[in-house]
């Protein structure tokens, strides 16, 4: 264990919720590979394919908020569950789309999927470093980016894999990969206080009087309200917030623009473009593993600045690098390289996030993180969209790198490279009002 820091892994409950994370993530790449192969099987349109991506992104945009107020405010273990057996009955209604006719279904089912996918991610990642001790958040962060990378490695193949079986296939072997996960949150019994956290809990329960959902609402208004505040707060959390949005653009241009420029740059054939995608995986594991085995010995601010710096190097080699006319090996080595410093950037945001935010605020900054993430990318896919024929992929391809090396030069100059950790940001004090006990770890 010593090469994936034993000394985490050694938590039981952590371990145990680290396998789920990775069941998860494995089913969400699975769905997001093999969904878009039917929807063009079954309406032959690039239209209705593409609606599909915007179905699956548009909920981590609106939802995220309230993903952010259920995790500090309920048990976060028994909100996990209650995702993933939700999730297990969605997916299992994929069994009675068998036609070009049935396709709502399917669109309501990514829908509501991916609403609940949020609410379980946000869940897990304010959850995982309360099961550990307060030396070894920066660690959490780091094994999370390889539970990710692995999920997106193994759920991209699977999703290859059983497009062949059809649609009845995927839904059973997500359902039973989703009730497999389910069970294992079921086993995690965290602390009623968090014994490794000394953080107090700054949140104030919530008053017994709001009990209609108006005033469920005003409550989650404000307690959100409450969470954007501390962010906007401090320095360090808004210089991340800022440099998190401006690699999302960048990724969004990617998204796009990435099979047009090996299809049309590089000639590639529709074998080389699936090839040079699936080997973005194996850099993001090769970090997760080498960020897994220094544990707490590298800190998120290092991360974040030389992630980034890093990349748009990377990025911008990569998108000009066809005017020397170099064959598909290089790309193949380039793409998994890049996948280290985007691994690495990610593990400082989770990082700075865990570090910098009290243990009851940090789902809502973890919603705030995805809500800034999703909408960004969705920025950058429309740009692309809109740009892409007229200007052409390479160009901004290359504002994407810019946008990385603007992301990695704020934190340099906001935040700083040493390698220390973070400390909490104290949030103002407020009047306690009547209460009603939530438990929420």
């Not at 059973?172 to 014994?195: F, G």
């Not at 709001?210 to 969470?227: D, K, L």
């Not at 998204?255 to 590089?266: G, K, M, N, P």
């Not at 998120?300 to 170099?326: D, E, Q, R, Y």
Request: proline share 6%; charged share 10%; glycine share 10%.
């Amino acid at each position: 264990m010593t090469k994936l820091d034993g000394s985490l892994l050694r938590h039981r409950h952590f371990r145990t919720l680290w396998i789920a994370g990775f069941l998860e993530d494995t089913i969400d790449w699975m769905l997001i590979t093999a969904i878009p192969i039917f929807v063009y099987r079954m309406s032959g349109s690039a239209f209705v394919t593409s609606v599909a991506f915007l179905v699956e992104l548009l909920p981590g945009v609106l939802v995220s908020p309230l993903a952010g107020v259920a995790a500090d405010r309920f048990d976060r273990r028994r909100l996990l569950l209650g995702c993933a057996l939700v999730q297990a009955t969605l997916v299992s209604l994929l069994l009675l789309v068998t036609s070009h006719d049935m396709l709502w279904l399917l669109y309501g089912v990514i829908a509501a999927r991916a609403t609940c996918a949020q609410f379980l991610l946000t869940a897990k990642n304010a959850l995982l470093p309360t099961l550990v001790g307060p030396d070894q958040g920066a660690a959490a962060s780091n094994l999370v980016v390889l539970n990710s990378n692995l999920g997106r490695l193994v759920g991209s193949f699977l999703g290859g894999a059983v497009v062949a079986g059809g649609l009845v296939v995927v839904a059973v072997a997500s359902a039973a990969l989703l009730l497999l996960a389910a069970a294992l949150i079921s086993r995690i019994r965290p602390p009623a206080v968090t014994a490794h956290d000394p953080a107090p809990a700054v949140n104030p329960p919530h008053p017994r009087g709001e009990n209609t959902p108006e005033s469920w609402w005003r409550a989650s208004v404000r307690e959100w309200r409450e969470g954007v505040s501390l962010l906007l707060g401090d320095r360090r959390l808004r210089a991340t917030f800022a440099s998190m949005a401006l690699c999302a653009v960048g990724q969004g241009l990617f998204a796009v623009l990435f099979v047009i420029f090996v299809a049309r740059t590089l000639n590639g054939s529709d074998a080389e473009i699936g090839l040079l995608r699936s080997v973005q995986g194996i850099g993001g594991i090769a970090g997760g593993l080498a960020l897994g085995a220094l544990g707490n010995r590298l800190q998120p601010k290092p991360l974040l600045t030389w992630g980034a710096l890093s990349f748009a190097v990377l990025a911008a080699i990569i998108w000009n690098a066809p005017m020397l006319a170099l064959g598909i090996g290089f790309y193949i080595g380039m793409f998994i390289v890049v996948g280290l410093p985007g691994g690495a950037y990610y593990s400082g945001v989770l990082g700075m996030i865990q570090q910098c935010v009290p243990p009851d605020y940090r789902g809502r900054a973890l919603g705030s993180f995805y809500m800034t993430f999703n909408g960004a990318q969705a920025l950058g896919m429309a740009a692309a969209g809109i740009l892409g024929d007229l200007i052409g992929p390479v160009p901004l391809l290359n504002v994407q790198a810019a946008f990385y090396l603007a992301a990695g030069l704020l934190t340099l100059m906001v935040v700083g490279a040493r390698n220390t950790p973070e400390e909490h940001v104290i949030p103002a004090p407020r009047t306690p009002e009547p209460t009603a006990r939530y438990d929420r770890q």
